[in-house]
């Protein structure tokens, strides 16, 4: 297993360390985590892309300072919890890496939290398809 | 036991009122002796947000499927999850859910595979009780296990395979996917994940009724007029007619199956659940692109 950047190491550990059933109840508790959009993104949709893998309607944000530091910002509604839930182990464990090291997330990280019995591959494409685009949208702009 | 129907106006105009319960009635029946209510969802969690008071969750996925094959689970199967739920063979079980209803179109279709006599769908599902303020709880229920009796999947009468199709050409086939899907612009539904059919198009043949036509945007299904003018009249499927849907996976196209077999009484309806991912990955079986719906292949 490639080296996973500490806050994902550890996430993935809390959930491989739960029964199947008690990993649902963790990916619940992370969707109700998920941060509100900081205010200057909801006066400004147009600035949010679309996660066309999710069934849901997924927008997310990255922002990365001159340092290098990467900030993610997504929103999905209330009737999505698992796709809040990824969203939010996404925000939660990339924010505030450097932009190298978000570009050197495993594109299977999704696949390493032990959740493809409970939560089915399928679903989990979504979670690919965040990760995807916030990598995509951190090499954009750490290359301007 | 079974338990009383819903006398709601609106049923009545459908070939099997039975069928259907409203919000209110539902509200009215809960915790009525011999009823249990069902919740099944495209979102794995969502049931534990909260869910109607005192029903229980059936996942489509981890507990209708088989966990290895594509099929649904045995006789054996269906028999354990059942007890555990809490229903018996006698039970009045009334399913609601997410998206219109889908997914708790196809669980109630599963239980159809295996003979379950009174089995409902709520009008409206998941969505228009939430919307009309309806109690919801996230207290789990614990079922006492009950006895269910080990039944055989009987897959004749509305399930349809792939061969069953290559020898349905001349008969009415439905597509009941997006527009873009059946000319074959696209393999999957708009903002859906990719689930991997080989090449894009639909079955020849086969008449374009999308799913969502079927619903009114609360949910609910369309009067019986307006179904028979969009089925009947448009789609000229007549009563006599063995009609086969599909859509992605089957589980839309159970949407449109229980419609077709409940609201309008078309006695012979199977739904084709392979539906595209098995089609538009077989090899040699004919497809048909674009809006028209194309010719039925020599045989």
Known sequence: ?144 | MTVAFDPAEKFQAYAHPERLVSTAWLEEHLGAPGLIVVESDEDVLLYETGHIPGAVKVDWHTELNDPVVRDYVDGAGFARLMSAKGISRDTTVVIYGDRSNWWASYALWVFTLFGHADVRLLDGGRDRWVAEGRPLTTDAPAPAAVDYPVVERDDRGVRAFKEDVLAHFGKPLIDVRSLEEYTGERTHMPSYPQEGALRGGHIPTAASVPWSRAANDDGTFRSADELSAIYRDEADIDDSDDVVTYCRIGERSSHTWFVLAHLLGVPRVRNYDGSWTEWGSAVRVPIAVGAEPGAAPGR
């Open chain 1, 1 to 144: 297993m490639t080296d996973l950047p500490a806050p994902l190491a550890e996430i993935r550990d809390d959930f491989l360390s739960f029964s199947e059933k008690d990993r649902l109840q963790l990916l619940l508790e992370f969707s109700n985590e998920l941060p509100a959009l900081p205010e200057r993104y909801r006066e400004h949709p147009e600035l949010l892309e679309r996660v066309e893998e999710c069934q849901s309607p997924v927008y997310l944000f990255v922002e990365v300072s001159p340092e290098g530091r990467v900030d993610v910002h997504a929103t999905a509604p209330a009737e999505a919890p698992t796709t809040r839930g990824f969203a939010s182990i996404l925000a939660q464990g990339l924010s505030g890496l450097d932009a190298a090291a978000v570009l050197a997330v495993p594109d299977d990280f999704p696949l390493q939290l032990g959740l493809t019995t409970a939560v089915s591959p399928l679903r989990l494409n979504g979670m690919s398809g965040m990760l995807w685009r916030i990598k995509r949208q951190v090499g954009e702009k750490s290359a301007a």
